[in-house]
């Protein structure tokens, strides 16, 4: 609980209305997208950039905990109040404050929701490309903080590639704009290092971001194949060829089957695996990149391939894929979602090793991914009601993520390591890696009040359940 | 002022590297890396040279898997050799930056340089995926992995690429590779500004467009067959034979500056250089080359112009004296005092680069 000094000042900041304390409705804010929570001991709505910095101001002099917080669709707890303190909520600073058509950027407030600035960017013909199945909720300050994916990333890159700018409040509550309006700003690129930092650097109160052009023409096929296996080999195949399509996403038959029966979009659901592959460009180019895709695919099992006719189909189809994680309710009420990525070749080898891992546990397990990537999501499905099941989820998790390092993999993706995966970084860096990151930290937020407890491991939290192995992926790496 | 003779340290390995740069940090000796030496004149006159630490023996392909399309390699190794391994696969590293051949890839990351195929490839920023770095006391600190996608940690590969070795010597590094186009035309006009405009609106945007100060344009297309040839057909620009890009890039006055602006700025500020003035521009990038023919207070002037519409303008290679009269990079962003406590919190002496980079 906050001190009421500390709660009087944030109602200056904020004012009254959007000062939250009152023990029901801080439970709303108790979760995001992940599998824990914690309630915070208040929570403000900021409105303004500078009751941001106001609010960050309180916290530093106070030395409480700040997490900033978007809309709450994280899937790592980067939005948990894990030691308390404030949810910085910033839902509230939803404006598309700029689009520029000739310079394709637009300048947009954190809590603007990713889809959102699609639609209107559409009215100029520009799309933002970091597309995250959560696009209809999630904001792109929570996208900034994370790094997030998405389907088209494959082809696009990840929303780092995509932010050219923030206004960012540190740790101090002082207001900065990190680079400029031309390539490669004066001095080292605090942009980048901020992006992607889960809230453990900076707030974020303003994005500018690149717009690109809507293609002209986009091609999308569903293709079905015998097993998981005979799917992962003919997307090394596409690639290998050097086909770099915009978007490459696999789904196993479990999540077929759940995708089908609830969004009907003609998923066959006697495939061991479907793969859904789409191509955007010219005319010509989408319809010889399509032909070639299309050979590689028959050669390498695949059948009952369609290519979709019409954009109601093409919406269709996506549709399927992306809500594919809701639809998974229809087998268990909860789910668990990891985001570990491995080389893509390994892609068949960690696919049988999550199996056997879902076997063992006897937990069902539903991939659904990008493929092309070699970013897996591998969620297992389980009821929270059947006593000590979360344990052996929790369990079945990590085993996987530790099939995914031995094979010279990473964490995540696209998720961030957050509170979920914090305990399992020494399996991928070595304590003078984490030394170099934690200098950063330390430089920038040296009270430690920014989203404490998340990326760097936490030995008062958590026991990492394979500690007796940890290592063996440091000294199997590469360098 | 005692004058003192530079030491060339040639280490074999990431590991002896770290222990020269270490030994030498602990005496307080200005340490300056040196790749492949074809950046040597870009940023401020040095405050002293202690030691060369050259990179030139850690210059091994680490592990290139065809199929995953990601490269391992030493830092090193030359831009050129890292290319014709990568062809073995039919790949290659989409950068083509000027004053080559020669550059090594950690020189390539420490200077951010870039060349025509920015246009469709931006920088090695969005195709760096890990980086290993040693540090002044002496530790090997590495961020990223090999894999194409990878947010678990801070980005650390953003702190050091364009970092001039400031606050680390980077010894190796990971990229997602590219596959070789199908097709890969080059078409030229003599036809100026409004020919490149006209080439970047259509719908197939080039893989890199040039335009130099005597009128020429040079257009790269790269990609799907038919709709290469659609587009080159419509322009009707003629054809000109790829190696003119290899000749291009050697190009590197003996003083030149970079300029970058927003992309809708770069012709009024080209327009704005002394009559008769050489440079060539990639206009869909918003960046220019110039060979710097004039007195110091005309690029200040020049300069200021520039960072008036938002962009920078750098000394890529000057004499001294030259160097010192207009500063290497200009005015400094208003975060530089954070980028200050950065570089305290790795280079706590200021052994690296000293005078060279902005911190």
């Known amino acids: 609980v906050l001190p009421e000094s500390v709660a009087e000042q944030l109602r200056g900041v904020v004012g009254r209305e959007a000062f939250i304390d009152s023990a029901n409705d801080l439970r709303i804010f108790e979760r995001d997208g992940s599998i824990e929570g914690a309630i915070p001991d208040a ?7 500078d009751q941001v910095a106001g609010v960050i101001k309180v916290a530093a002099e106070n030395k409480i905990p700040v997490v900033p ?111 400029g309006d031309a390539p490669d700003q004066v001095g080292l690129d605090l942009c980048g290092v901020l992006v992607g930092s889960e809230g453990t650097l900076c707030a974020i109160t303003k994005i500018k971001v690149r717009l690109l052009r809507i293609p ?44 089908e029966a609830h969004y009907k979009a003609g998923y066959p659901t006697d495939a061991g695996a479907v793969l859904l592959v789409e191509v955007d460009g010219t005319e010509e180019s989408t319809r010889e990149l399509m032909e070639s895709i299309g050979r590689i695919l028959s050669d390498n099992h695949g059948y009952a391939m369609r290519e979709a006719q019409t954009p109601a189909e093409r919406e269709l189809l996506w549709a399927g894929r ?41 937990l069902p397990v539903a991939n659904v ?37 031995e094979l010279g993999g990473t964490l995540s993706g696209e998720h961030g390591i957050g509170l979920e995966k914090n305990a399992f970084m020494p399996w991928i860096y070595s304590p003078d890696d984490l030394d170099a990151m934690h200098r950063v930290k330390d430089i920038l937020d040296p009270k430690g009040i920014l989203n404490p407890g998340k990326i760097f491991p936490d030995p008062s939290r958590k026991t990492v359940h394979l500690a007796g192995r940890t290592g063996l992926a440091v000294e199997a790496r590469w360098w | 002022v005692v004058v003192k003779a530079t030491t060339v340290e040639k280490p074999a390995s990431a590991e002896e590297l770290a222990a020269t740069l270490r030994d030498a940090a602990a005496q307080k000796l200005a340490v300056v890396p040196v790749g492949g030496g074809r950046a040597r004149g870009m940023g401020g006159v040095l405050d002293g040279c202690d030691v060369e630490l050259h990179t030139s023996r850690l210059d091994r392909v680490l592990e290139h898997t065809q199929a995953d399309m990601v490269v391992s390699v030493e830092a090193g190794i030359t831009l ?33 340089w870039t060349g025509p195929l920015r246009l469709r490839f931006r920088s090695p920023r969005d195709f760096l995926i890990g980086i290993r770095v040693a540090l002044p006391d002496g530790k090997l600190a590495t ?31 990971s990229f997602k590779v590219f596959p070789k186009p199908l097709h890969d035309v080059t078409v030229s006009s003599g036809g100026g500004w409004n020919a490149a405009t006209h080439a970047l609106s259509t719908p197939l945007t080039p893989t890199a467009l040039e335009l130099d100060s005597d009128g020429r344009v040079l257009a790269r297309y790269t990609g799907s067959p038919d709709a290469i040839d659609r587009v080159v057909r419509e322009l009707g620009w003629k054809a000109v034979d790829p190696s003119v890009w290899t000749v291009y890039s050697h190009r590197a006055p003996e003083r030149w500056a970079r300029i970058a602006v927003p992309r809708d700025a770069l012709r009024r500020i080209l327009q704005a250089l002394p ?60 975060t530089v005092e954070v980028m200050r406590r950065l570089k305290n919190a790795f280079d706590p002496d200021g052994v690296l680069n000293p005078g060279r980079f902005v911190v």
């Open chain 1, 43 to 49: 929570v403000v709505l900021a409105s303004t950039t």
């Open chain 1, 69 to 179: 917080r978007g809309a709450g669709t994280g899937l790592s707890g980067g939005a948990v109040t894990i030691r308390g303190g404030i949810a910085l909520q910033v839902t509230r600073m939803r404006r598309i404050l700029e689009i520029d058509p000739v310079a394709q950027t637009a300048i947009v407030e954190p809590g603007v929701v990713n889809q959102e600035l699609s639609l209107v960017a559409a009215q100029h013909g520009l799309f933002y490309a970091p597309d995250p199945s959560s696009q209809k909720a999630c904001t792109i300050g929570g996208n900034a903080a994370e790094n997030s994916g998405g389907p088209h990333c494959l082809y696009y890159g990840v929303t780092t590639n995509h932010v050219l700018g923030m206004e960012v409040v540190l740790a101090d509550g002082s207001i900065h704009w990190v680079t």
């Open chain 1, 216 to 259: 002209p023409s986009i091609a999308t096929m569903l293709a079905a194949f015998p097993s998981i296996e005979t799917a992962s080999q003919a997307v090394s195949a596409v690639i290998g060829h050097g086909i770099v399509p915009a978007a490459l996403e696999m789904m196993d038959n479990v999540t077929v089957g759940a995708v």
């Open chain 1, 322 to 362: 992306k809500g594919a994680i809701g639809a998974l309710g229809r087998i268990k009420p909860n789910y668990y979602l990891h985001d570990g990525v491995v080389p893509r070749s390994r892609l068949p080898q960690v696919l049988s090793a999550v199996g056997e891992i879902g076997e063992h546990y006897k």
């Open chain 1, 369 to 405: 991914f990008h493929a092309g990537d070699g970013n897996l999501h591998p969620n297992i499905l389980f009821d929270m009601r059947d006593g000590d099941v979360l344990h052996q989820v929790e369990s079945a998790g990590e085993e996987m993520l530790r099939a995914v390092v």
């Open chain 2, 80 to 112: 050129e050799a890292l290319q014709e391994e990568l062809a073995k696969a039919g790949q290659f590293l989409p950068l083509d930056p000027f004053n080559s051949p020669g550059h090594t890839i950690g020189g390539l990351l420490a200077t951010g």
């Open chain 2, 143 to 173: 961020g990223g992995g090999r894999v194409v996608k990878n947010v678990s940690g801070y980005d650390m590969m953003k702190l050091h690429y364009g970092a001039l070795g400031s606050l680390g010597v980077i010894v190796a590094a």
């Open chain 2, 275 to 334: 009559s008769g003035s050489e440079w060539w521009a990639s206009p869909g990038v918003g960046m220019a080359h110039w060979a710097v023919n004039v007195e110091a207070s005309a690029v200040r002037e020049i300069r200021a112009r520039v960072e008036a519409a938002g962009g920078t303008l750098w000394m890529l290679a000057a004499l001294d004296e030259f160097m010192r009269e207009v500063g290497a990079w200009g005015t400094p962003p208003a």
